[in-house]
């Protein structure tokens, strides 16, 4: 008897012993392609990853893999916070589409009905715009400086309000001309959410979506606050395989954060992605998919990439990046999250459930003339009004040509047109969309999409090759004029009353000192821009544009009065009145180039 108890005991010891093998054995090709990725990647171009899969509606995977800090050597659990970047966009969408749903709002209803009147005066929209068309991305803003992260909390905004009117987008093209995602518009539909229901975006969100789906650990927006032991921390991947802690340990600040600067676990995602793929909710998802579904290459404003019943969406921050897939007919639906900005580990939510075919027909027509399609073209999220966003595009404008075998160069491709519009590549197998122009009333390009979501519209002649250069070397030669006057103009005065020649005026040295003093500002803030780039637009930045305006004023009266009161004193006249006329040509291009806050 006692051999025979020994005996179950060893079996049931061994037995134990394989369980912990059975938990995580692969079930299905699905489970076994998750784990193979995973393998391959994490360690390799990831420190750590945490990865969903559901099928049919149930979890099939939801597990952390690698370090979430490697100092610290803390692994990646279900529980661990990852920046989540454009993936926050669902939460407005979703928000919206409810409130629609109930009868709250109208998708198509002139937004200016839901947000006050000063509020709309301050937008100064050139076309109405309605909630629908911001969902979609079909409102036609360009882009703004302001979307991308600050390095510290307080170069943020103390409300959502502030934050859009702090840099306010232009309405490049007509609404429903083109879908092209945007932050702006997205944050604007979160604003539109706090005006409709009297609470903030965060709390109804909160209320409405988070806390009924048990997403504890989900944030829309990221402070000091948040951190804590279960915040992963974020890493650049270098070329030799080894990883570099991010600064701040990966953390930014969000200037729109209802666009981006979420927070959230795979554990909170197997939630939110197991009620988005429920039957129960067919209506929002629907609609949901529908504003991500619109262009010839399956493409609409949202961050979604949608065709029928599937959607795709791969987003990064700095240091953070995520990866999600579904597919509503199946109830299936895929994620992953890393603390890297890119990783080959990305590409497995759309492995797992990949997009077939496309959203739209192509175009009927005839063939548009190539000679038509020629010019200078820029980003649409390019931004003109700043110093910094002008440098920008300078450095990022692109030009179209048409070659002598008849194919038109676009970037690194030769295309070949397939349909009105249309372009596929001419040095690939297939002849698949990769471009399309889009055609004005007057039958100028109005824009430029690519398979690969971006859209370029036509630059301005003033901010092409040549006269940019040009305006941007005569501000930078009167620039050092004025600072070198300046400084000459005070030598001069202070050795001519040390001769005891009373000659010189104050009258005349003032308006030249005080434009050293505008050269000044203008030269910091170029230096500050060349070294910084984006990242110059701080407080300090904008603290120096309105120096600048500050300066530009007094500057003018300085020289108006010292004009008038040189007038019967020709000599010095002629010297104010020359220095006066550069003064007005610098002053214009000193707002030419945005180095102002007008």
């Not at 916070?81 to 998708?107: C, M, N, P, R």
């Not at 729109?256 to 939630?271: C, E, F, K, V």
Request: proline share 4%; hydrophobic share 50%; net charge negative.
């Amino acid at each position: 008897m006692k051999k025979r108890i020994a005996f179950v005991l060893v079996l049931l010891l061994l037995l134990s012993c394989t369980l912990p093998v059975a938990a995580v054995a692969p079930a299905d090709d699905a489970v076994a392609a998750a784990h193979l990725a995973v393998s391959n990647a994490v360690g390799t171009d990831t420190p750590g990853a945490a990865v969903v899969l559901l099928e049919g509606g149930i979890l099939k995977v939801m597990d952390g893999f690698g370090y979430a800090d490697l100092d610290t050597r803390v692994l990646v659990t279900p529980d661990t916070v990852f920046e989540i970047g454009d993936f926050s966009a669902l939460f407005v969408a979703i928000a919206a589409l409810q409130l629609a749903d109930d009868g709250a709002l109208s998708l198509d209803a002139d937004i200016a009905a839901y947000l006050p009147e000063r509020f709309m005066s301050k937008l100064d929209l050139t076309y109405p715009v309605t909630t629908r068309q911001l969902l979609s991305g079909r409102a036609g803003f360009g882009g703004r400086l302001f979307d991308l992260s600050f390095k510290k909390p307080e170069h943020g905004f103390e409300s959502l309000e502030e934050a859009l009117l702090a840099d306010v987008p232009a309405q490049i093209l007509a609404p429903d001309t083109v879908s092209h995602y945007s932050p702006f518009g997205v944050a604007l539909v979160a604003f539109l959410i706090e005006n409709v229901t009297g609470v903030s975006y965060e709390k109804y969100v909160e209320a409405e979506i988070l806390s009924p789906l048990g997403m504890k650990d989900t944030v829309l927006r990221f402070s000091d606050d948040e951190s804590s032991q279960k915040t992963a921390a974020g890493y650049v991947c270098q070329a030799d395989g080894s990883f570099t802690a991010a600064p701040r340990a990966g953390r930014s600040y969000a200037g729109l954060y209802p666009a981006t600067g979420a927070l959230s676990t795979a554990a909170d995602m197997a939630r939110f992605l197991a009620w988005l793929v429920s039957p129960a909710n067919d209506t929002v998802r629907e609609q949901l998919l529908a504003t991500a579904s619109s262009d010839v290459f399956g493409r609409g404003g949202m961050v979604l990439t949608a065709v029928g019943t599937r959607a795709v969406l791969q987003t990064a921050t700095a240091y953070f990046s995520l990866s999600f897939s579904l597919d509503h007919a199946s109830g299936s639906a895929a994620m992953v999250l890393a603390n890297v900005s890119d990783t080959a580990l990305l590409d497995l939510p759309a492995a797992y459930l990949p997009l077939v075919g496309n959203a739209s027909s192509l175009p009927d027509g005839e063939m548009l003339d190539l000679k038509d399609l020629r010019g200078t073209y820029v980003s649409a999220d390019a931004e003109f009004r700043t110093f910094v966003g002008r440098l920008d595009v300078a450095e990022k404008r692109i030009s179209v040509r048409v070659n002598d075998d008849g194919t038109l160069q676009f970037l690194d491709m030769r295309l070949v047109q397939i349909a009105r519009g249309v372009f596929a590549d001419a040095d690939a197998d297939t002849n698949q969309p990769v471009v399309q122009f889009l055609l004005d009333e007057e039958g100028e390009v109005s824009a430029i999409l690519t398979s690969s979501g971006d859209v370029y519209t036509s630059l301005p002649f003033y901010l092409s090759r040549v006269p940019a250069a040009l305006l941007y070397g005569l501000l930078l030669l009167l620039t050092a004029w004025f600072l070198i006057s300046g400084v000459f103009a005070l030598l001069r005065y202070i050795t001519d009353r040390y001769n005891g020649d009373r000659s010189e005026r104050a009258v005349v040295l003032i308006p030249q000192l005080v434009a050293l003093l505008l050269a000044a500002f203008v030269g910091m803030q170029v230096l500050v821009a060349y070294r910084m780039g984006a990242f110059a637009l701080s407080s300090f930045y904008f603290a120096m544009r309105v120096m600048t305006l500050l300066a530009a004023i007094g500057t003018t009266v300085a020289y108006i009065i010292g004009f008038v009161a040189t007038m019967i004193e020709r000599e010095q006249h002629r010297r104010i009145a020359y220095t006066g006329i550069m003064l007005v040509v610098y002053l214009f291009l000193v707002g030419f180039w945005g180095l102002t806050i007008i």
